[in-house]
């Protein structure tokens, strides 16, 4: 018996040991693992979609959603006709879906982040107290904007404005989402809007009601709630009857997000006399001078003129990732509808950018106006990529398109694939494109004003991006001019 | 003020300055002619810090200062202006705000306090208004779409406003009618005094009719071959550059005669 007793212990000796030496032992796959971070497994498959959904507590009619995309998104093959090159994304070593970092994660104060981060801020001239905020600072400060967007809301929501996040708005107006989720942007549109579709993280909701003019522009700044979305970001705004609204995105500040594919899907749907005007201002981390790292953006935005004489607006200015591959667009369905598209993509060191718009024509009288500035520096390429689509309903449409390129070093490249289908003979299309170089002329008159070479060509550029700049809310203008001069920094040569 | 020894430039390999000598005093107003392809832009681009142009050999001194040490936008600091032959557009760029930011730029580069909008916009109103130019210029993008009197004319606004000490007026003659030139010529009169000196690159003596200079010069294949007093513009025109070059030629010839 007492041999028994102590080969016994011994035993339990032995295996307390192997259970002390296991804890002692850092986690060989390189993460550790924490009770609080609510993070699903690396890969995709049908039980990540549901997981996702179960997380965010979804109605059945949303999973149903998510699956029937994933279901069509597995038979579907990456696209390979843009002009852009990139190393292969595994899809399955992804992680689709990590909740918002917890406090103990981020810098604790200013002088634990990036010193360069913070001269960028500084050049852009952001305010200090954003700044911290912007570097994912975890403080206290940040409280003054919570404030400040609760302050909004309730002016909002005085006027029956829905402005809220995504997950929000399948719980609170399930309704809504059911009917426009997915009618502009199908589940089954291109392979990463399909993605999107079953995995979206979160993103923001917008809903003006009738005859409502929105007081003020709608900024996801102002969202805190929506930081942090990660990835796959969805957002969807509906403008009822006669209702106009202002939506910026984005912001100047540099951007750093340790995921590199960015997949999201912006829908906009106008109806009758509504007015949209989206706004963007792009500046993802691009890599660094050697082209290493940098986000991947491959973006799917698309708006809707659903109703008589409704309006929708796309001005972006893209200055960061090392892939853009995004192409804002309008389905002018109602009679006397307009779309109009106003973009600057600048490109730098060897970033690569495939970037235009698609105006699809269905309702008579309905206009379109495209313009678009391409500025590359560095090794950089840059792709102008457009459709004007008039179809055989579309009476006496017209459309303007100019695109302009210019040029900052001999080593980069600008390309332009203008593409219309006319189905209609009353159609009327006009199209003008330049490039040019920056010329040393017009630096040599510049300097001998006594401007710096640098100042010569932020205002050369400047120039050059006017016509896109005067169609953003005024603020955004300012600093985007400062953004591209910031983004443009000795690249002529 | 200015003080150009022995230059010799070229260009791509080619020299086309071989020797130029010209002092200009303070207020003094210097006219250069001569044919095409004398040397006259090369000069007024050498002046202003072209980096295209090498200089060979010779001297240029800038109020006692080596101009050659200086780049294009400090020569600008330093009191330099070109009015140029052919200004350059650029497009989407107002005016006013091309012409703010030379100013406070060449302000700070002299240790001047920079202007804010008003205090500029009134500086603008008065040297406009001196100069009786319409502003409606101002208003536009930089030489945008201007005709050929427009440009010139926004040469001289931005002279009025830079207030430079030395100006190199390169060609402004050409692509002028006779109203607009002139215009323009009263606007370079307004400016001249007593602190700043000109000076004044033409083909052809009709400007000097306008702008009377205190002193002609006659460049030839890169060198000034004769110089004098605002009647040899008038001579010149007379009898034309090839009498200059015989006469010249006569001159050197003279000797082995």
Redesign the interface.
């Known amino acids: 018996m007492s041999q028994n007793k102590e080969k016994n212990q011994q035993e339990l000796s032995r295996e307390r040991q192997e259970i002390e030496e296991t804890l002692s032992q850092s986690y060989k796959y390189g993460f550790v693992t924490d009770i609080e971070t609510e993070t699903i497994p690396a890969g995709l498959n049908e039980d990540v979609v549901r997981m996702i959904s179960a997380k965010k507590q979804e109605p059945e009619f949303m999973l149903q959603w998510r699956l029937k995309a994933f279901e069509y998104w597995k038979k579907m093959k990456e696209p390979a006709w843009q002009n852009v090159t990139y190393p292969e994304i595994d899809y399955q070593s992804l992680h689709y879906y990590a909740a918002p970092k917890s406090d103990k994660d981020r810098p604790k104060s200013l002088d634990e982040v990036d010193p360069e981060l913070l001269a960028t801020y500084e050049k852009l001239g952001i305010p200090l107290h954003e700044r911290a905020a912007l570097a994912g600072v975890a403080v206290d400060a940040v409280f003054d904007s919570v404030s400040v967007a609760t302050t909004y809301k309730e002016k909002l929501s005085e006027l029956g404005i829905v402005f809220c996040s995504f997950s929000e708005a399948v719980r609170e107006h399930p309704e809504l989402v059911k009917k426009y989720l997915g009618s502009v942007v199908p589940v089954t549109d291109n392979f990463f809007a399909t993605l999107n579709s079953a995995v979206f993280s979160d993103g923001s909701f917008v809903y003006i009601p009738k005859g409502v003019r929105c007081p003020m522009e709608l900024s996801t700044y102002f969202r805190i709630n929506a930081i942090n979305t990660g990835q796959f970001e969805r957002t969807l705004i509906i403008a009822d009857e006669g209702s106009y609204v202002s939506y910026l995105e984005g912001c100047t500040a540099p951007q750093r997000d340790e995921n590199q594919l960015h997949a999201a899907v912006v829908e906009l749907v106008a109806m009758k006399d509504a007015q949209i005007k989206y706004s963007t201002v792009q500046n993802w981390y691009p890599g660094d001078k050697e082209g290493k790292g940098g986000i991947y953006n491959f973006v799917t935005k698309r708006g809707k003129c659903l109703g008589e004489r409704s309006k929708i607006s796309w001005t972006q200015v893209e200055t960061g990732s090392a892939v853009t591959w995004k192409y804002p667009s309008c389905i002018l369905q109602g009679d006397g509808s307009i779309g109009e598209f106003y973009s600057v993509a600048v490109t730098n060191n060897y970033q690569q950018a495939d970037t235009g718009t698609k105006m699809i024509h269905l309702g008579k009288n309905t206009k379109s106006t495209i313009v678009s500035k391409g500025i590359s520096a560095g090794k950089s390429q840059n792709t102008y990529r457009g459709l004007v689509k008039m179809m055989k309903s579309a009476d006496n449409a017209r459309n303007y398109s100019q695109c302009d390129s210019l040029l900052m070093t001999d080593r980069c490249g600008a390309h332009t694939f203008p593409l219309m289908e006319i189905k209609n003979n009353t159609a009327q299309i006009e199209h003008e494109a330049t490039t040019s170089n920056i010329?040393e002329?017009?630096l040599?008159?510049?300097?001998?004003?006594?401007?710096?070479?640098e100042?010569a060509v932020a205002?050369?550029v400047?120039?050059?991006?006017?016509?896109v700049f005067k169609e953003l809310p005024m603020e955004f203008a300012v600093e985007a001019k400062k953004l591209l001069e910031v983004s443009l920094e000795g690249s002529v040569g | 003020m200015l003080e150009i020894k022995d230059l010799k430039v070229s260009v791509d390999g080619k020299q086309i300055l071989n020797g130029i000598n010209l002092s200009i005093g303070q207020g003094e107003v210097h006219a250069i002619m001569g044919p095409n392809g004398s040397g006259k832009s090369t000069l007024s681009q050498v002046l202003?810090?072209?980096e295209s142009y090498h200089i060979d050999s010779g001297s240029i001194l800038f109020l006692g200062k080596d101009l050659t040490q200086f780049?294009?936008?400090e020569?600008?600091?330093e009191g330099v202006?070109?009015a140029?032959q052919y200004?350059?557009a650029?497009?989407?760029?107002k005016n006013t705000?091309?012409?703010k930011?030379?100013?406070n730029?060449?302000r700070k580069?002299r240790g001047e306090e920079e202007l804010d909008a008003a205090q500029f916009l009134k500086l603008l109103k008065e040297k406009s208004e001196m100069l009786e130019l319409r502003d409606d210029l101002l208003k536009r993008?930089?030489n945008d779409g201007f005709s050929g009197g427009e440009k010139k004319r926004n040469e001289i606004v931005?002279m009025a406003v830079?207030d430079p000490c030395f100006a190199v007026l390169d060609e402004t003659d050409s692509g002028l009618d006779i109203d607009a030139l002139k215009t323009v010529a009263s606007g370079v009169n307004q400016l001249r005094g007593p602190k700043r000196s000109m000076l004044v690159i033409t083909h052809y003596q009709r400007l000097l009719d306008y702008i009377v200079p205190d002193f002609v010069h006659v460049l030839a294949q890169g060198k000034i071959i004769t110089s004098g007093g605002k009647d040899l513009a008038k001579e010149l025109e007379e009898k034309g550059y090839g009498w200059i070059q015989d006469h010249e030629k006569e001159q050197t010839e003279l000797p082995s005669v």
Do not use: H
């Not at chain 2, 650029?90 to 760029?93: A, C």
């Open positions: 010329g002329d017009q040599f008159y510049c300097q001998q004003r006594g401007l710096s070479s100042d205002m050369i400047n120039g050059f991006c006017e016509e | 202003a810090g072209r780049s294009v936008e020569r600008a600091g202006f070109m140029f200004p350059v650029i497009p989407g760029v705000t091309f012409l930011a030379a100013l730029s060449v580069y993008y930089v931005q830079l």
